[in-house]
């Protein structure tokens, strides 16, 4: 399917965003998709098709330092937070909208959906997210899953040769921060989600700490955990199933 590209220029940073109808009428249901480090929109491909084609008008921005994006001065989790509260405000004003994270772009959807002044959106999907800490010290990715992480990132390099080379690497080490530092103030916002919330969990090959997905899973007021064992990017690794958790929950 043929998506719109389009920008928009926010505060000095021009945002790249995807959009599968610019014309949709305020009945049709918005999606908002939020890629991980180091992917950009192009990696929701087939997402968005199932999607759309389940009637959803699908907006799927690159953040910044990501595809078509520009590159930014600093990357504080804060900073994409206010990126794609930006956007949403932009694109689709007024309107509610059901908001999809894969991994880190989950950490930052989650933000957004936690927002006590904004309540924009309806329904928050978190996929294969990496739980920072919520008490303890900084703490490194299990060997397993940081090797998971780097299949990931050279197979969307060699899908996506020219979003990767877009790729600002400056932030890794910002990002990497936190994702490891414990980080109190995201659960905290977490604990308040104020929106049914759907966990899809890739199992044992997949991101999550296991000790922490069952303290999320106790933390989230209303909230619902589906496993998919097959790995930290469960939308391209089973497209077909990460599709029916999403009708599901969505519909």
């Not at 991994?103 to 739980?131: K, N, T, Y």
């Not at 010290?137 to 877009?166: C, D, Q, V, Y």
């Not at 044992?204 to 496993?227: E, F």
Request: proline share 8%.
């Amino acid at each position: 399917m043929h998506l719109a590209d389009r920008t928009l220029g926010l505060g000095g940073l021009r945002i790249a965003y995807r959009d599968s109808d610019p014309t949709a009428g305020i009945d049709v249901p918005v999606t908002v998709l939020v890629h991980g480090l180091s992917a950009d929109s192009r990696s929701w491909e087939p997402t968005i098709d199932r999607l759309v084609a389940q009637g959803q008008r699908v907006i799927a921005p690159d953040m910044r330092g990501h595809g078509q994006t520009a590159r930014a001065q600093r990357y504080l989790l804060d900073d994409f937070v206010a990126d794609l509260n930006a956007v949403t405000d932009a694109v689709v004003p007024d309107r509610p909208v059901d908001m999809i994270g894969h991994s880190f772009g989950g950490l930052v959807a989650a933000l957004c959906a936690a927002s006590p002044d904004r309540q924009r959106v309806r329904r928050l999907v978190l996929e294969d997210i990496p739980l920072p800490p919520r008490w303890d010290g900084p703490t490194e990715l299990p060997t397993l899953k940081r090797r998971e992480s780097l299949l990931h990132g050279l197979f969307f390099l060699l899908r996506n040769p020219r979003g990767a080379w877009n790729f600002d690497r400056s932030q890794i080490s910002a990002v990497r921060g936190a994702i490891q530092a414990r980080n109190p103030q995201w659960w905290s916002a977490v604990s308040q989600l104020p929106v049914p919330v759907l966990v899809v969990d890739g199992g044992a090959k997949g991101m999550m700490d296991r000790a922490r997905l069952d303290d999320l899973r106790s933390t989230i007021p209303d909230v619902r955990v589906v496993t998919i064992p097959v790995g930290h990017v469960v939308h391209r690794a089973d497209p077909e199933g990460f599709a029916a958790a999403l009708r599901s929950f969505l519909n």
